[in-house]
């Protein structure tokens, strides 16, 4: 099992940027496909993005598409999420996760971390 620790969140504007780290350990990072989820208050757990474990793909709800890119570093166990033009709409905790695809979305595997929070501001 993957153990994950989500980190870089924060306060910006509407119009800035962040990037989330997220930080694996435990079994073969390199060979998990992994994913990026938000949930925003009273809301369920939104995908966000994915990334195949070689990098050759990646995948993006259409609300993020244009303005986040996930990357991983397989030589660091690290996944990250670079978010661009933020939007108050973006506000939500993150989450990142060992993902599967489902048929027809991407499936987190495992128990969600603490997750880190993203908060824009209007």
């Known amino acids: 099992q993957v153990q994950l620790v989500e980190s870089g969140g924060g306060l910006v504007q509407a119009g800035g940027s962040l990037r989330l780290s997220c930080a694996a350990s435990?079994?073969?990072?390199?060979?998990?496909?992994m994913g990026w989820f938000r949930q925003a208050p009273g809301k369920e757990h939104e995908f966000v993005a994915a990334?195949?474990?070689?990098?050759?793909?990646?995948y993006y709800a259409d609300s993020v598409k244009g303005r986040f890119t996930i990357s991983r570093d397989n030589a660091k166990n690290t996944v990250y999420l670079q978010m661009n033009n933020l939007k108050p709409e973006d506000t939500a905790v993150y989450y990142c996760?060992?993902?599967?695809?489902?048929?027809?979305?991407?499936?987190?595997?495992?128990?969600w971390g603490q997750g880190t929070q993203v908060t824009v501001s209007s």
């Open positions: 996760a060992a993902v599967e695809w489902s048929g027809s979305t991407w499936r987190p595997l495992g128990s």
């Open positions: 435990g079994r073969t990072f390199s060979n998990v496909h």
């Open positions: 990334i195949s474990w070689s990098r050759a793909y990646t």
